[in-house]
């Protein structure tokens, strides 16, 4: 089955720096690749997605990025703000699988005011 | 903040003792998942189900049963053969049309077994 590596564990940064978690996947047919943070004491939620038919996406301060031959992807977040700071976990999802997907372990992102 | 439900928030049991955490969703979705999430390990699967009347297990299925007789609703019943049930537990739902959507996450459900 699929496995995904998430790394760092930890990430600690000064507010304003960028930051950047980064994932790889196994399975070469994984085609969906979100990216849900979690606060604490809360649910996750979707904060960026790609596809595997795109390399890049963004969205304001976040953006995505896949190498499907190297199969892995990286959340990078810049101008980071206190209340970036959360749990973010990657997923590789297999779309004709009921978009059952892996996630990785989770980084702890903590933005230093 | 809607759509998805899950109760209680805390639960308590003592071991020995089955337990069924409840998970509602009215988002007409037809996936739903079971995820048990331990520090430092991510959400692991434990049951995950594309259509009612149908359900099949995930990664950590052992000591864990579920029923699917609704579109709207999937609960995970954690038995006493479960090992180490004390965890926190996220159910989720997904549309299901052919390509991976996201998941939208229930509030949880933290579970402790003593």
């Known amino acids: 089955g699929e496995n995904v590596e998430q790394h760092p564990s930890t990430l600690s940064v000064q507010e304003g720096d960028s930051a950047v978690i980064k994932c790889t996947y196994s399975d070469s047919a994984s085609n969906y690749f979100p990216w849900y943070k979690q606060e604490l004491g809360k649910r996750p939620q979707l904060i960026i997605d790609?596809?595997?038919?795109?390399g890049e996406k963004k969205d304001q301060r976040i953006a995505v990025t896949l190498n499907k031959t190297a199969k892995h992807f990286s959340l990078h977040i810049t101008e980071t703000q206190p209340e970036d700071s959360a749990v973010y976990f990657c997923?590789?999802?297999?779309?004709?699988?009921?978009?059952?997907?892996?996630f990785g372990d989770g980084t702890t992102l903590t933005v230093k005011p | 903040d809607g759509g998805i439900t899950q109760s209680p928030k805390y639960l308590f049991r003592k071991e020995g003792q089955n337990v069924t955490l409840s998970c509602e969703q009215n988002?007409?979705?037809?996936?739903m998942y079971w995820y048990r999430q331990d520090p430092g390990q991510g959400l692991r699967l434990i049951y995950y189900?594309?259509?009612?009347?149908?359900?099949q297990k995930g990664d950590i299925a052992e000591g864990y049963s579920v029923s699917r007789e609704k579109k709207e609703s999937f609960p995970l019943t954690v038995t006493s053969a479960q090992k180490n049930p004390t965890a926190f537990y996220l159910c989720?739902?997904?549309?299901?049309?052919?390509?991976?959507?996201?998941?939208?996450f229930g509030p949880g459900t933290r579970l402790t077994v003593t």
């Open positions: 988002l007409n979705h037809d996936a």
């Open positions: 790609i596809r595997s038919n795109v």
């Open positions: 997923a590789a999802s297999l779309g004709t699988n009921a978009g059952k997907s892996t």
């Open positions: 189900s594309q259509i009612v009347n149908d359900f």
């Open positions: 989720a739902s997904s549309p299901v049309e052919g390509v991976a959507y996201e998941q939208y």
